[in-house]
């Protein structure tokens, strides 16, 4: 995958095995959500909330008519993204909130053409194009959007930091830029960076072939120096799936079980994990995790 996705949410959230009484829902913490004949989440509490007003394909008017519409769950939990079904805007809202359009500019006739990615905390949006390359970048608390910077659009977006103050973008060099899309950090390398450190320095960057990931290492993206490989110590038959760094300043992982999905922390130094969560994958054909990419291919249930 060309983004790493945020694991923060995952590693303090667990499934209630009975639902809690409403006030424990305050604020309501979104576990993940799944598509059955509509888009629905299902809290940490254990409680369904519907959520008809979303699209779940591309309408007919659009590029890609009957593609799968994109429904995105921030990585804290807290903020979910849908194109609604009266005007096919992309819109912003918490589990009892009000919907805020995110951008005019971003709407249903591009699905398929266009992939928002949302940041830890859902302040943060940014539109991968079939460019291929980036263009509309959203800061949810200022409402404002800005074109790619540097006036290119050939970038990548490798992650952003745990805090959401630091995006990680990569054209001929790495860079790492703030919200106002300044350049904080550069530097030209041939590793591929895949999740950024609450220090805005520290890189991830997973080694072997993908999908059957099981190694990486440390980059300094200030000075250029890359730690030694760490042979990540998952369970037989598992591997990396994404990396990130929590706001504690953990090292997490995710990989895809036979059951559904585990998170675990990782030792910079010696690879063993220690486990963080579990959780049970539920019967639907797509589901979505907290920080997940519009599509993340693993997640869709395979018959």
């Known amino acids: 995958m060309k983004y790493r996705t945020s694991l923060a ?32 989440v299902v809290l940490t509490s254990g409680k369904v909330v519907k959520v008809p007003q979303a699209l779940t394909e591309a309408p007919k ?4 008519e009957g593609a799968r519409a994109p429904f995105l769950v921030s990585g804290d939990g807290r903020h979910l993204f849908y194109y609604r079904k009266k005007d096919g805007l ?20 591009a699905i398929g053409e266009e992939w928002p990615v949302v940041a830890p905390d859902g302040s943060y949006v940014i539109m991968q194009t079939s460019g291929p390359g980036l263009s509309d970048f959203t800061d949810l608390r200022t409402r404002k959007t800005m074109g790619p910077p540097e006036k ?3 970038w990548a977006l490798l992650g952003f930091s745990p805090d959401g103050k630091r995006l990680l973008l990569s054209a001929e060099r790495v860079v790492v830029f703030d ?4 350049s904080r950090l550069r530097l030209k390398t041939r590793l591929s960076p895949s999740a950024l450190a609450g220090d805005h320095t520290t890189a991830a960057v997973l080694v072997g072939k993908p999908e059957k ?43 895809k079980t036979a059951t559904g999905v585990a998170v675990y ?29 519009t599509y993340e291919r693993w997640t869709e249930k395979r018959s």
Request: charged share 25%; glycine share 6%.
């Open 9 to 40: 949410a995952l590693t303090v959230t667990a499934l209630a095995a009975t639902a809690q009484p409403a006030l424990a829902e305050a604020p309501a913490t979104i576990a993940y959500a799944q598509r059955a004949k509509g888009w629905e």
């Open 61 to 64: 008017d659009a590029v890609h």
């Open 90 to 109: 992309f819109v912003q809202r918490t589990v009892h909130g009000k919907e805020r359009v995110v951008a005019k500019s971003i709407k249903a006739y």
């Open 152 to 154: 290119t659009d050939a």
């Open 179 to 182: 919200r106002e899309l300044r």
């Open 213 to 255: 990931y099981r190694q990486l290492r440390l980059l300094n993206l200030r000075t250029g120096r890359a730690g030694a490989v760490v042979n990540v110590k998952l369970p037989r038959g598992q591997y990396i799936d994404d990396v990130d760094f929590d706001r504690s300043e953990r090292l997490v992982v995710r990989s």
């Open 265 to 293: 922390q990782v030792s910079r130094k010696t690879g063993a994990v220690q486990p963080l969560k579990k959780i049970k994958r539920p019967n639907v054909a797509t589901w979505v995790l907290p920080g997940d990419e």
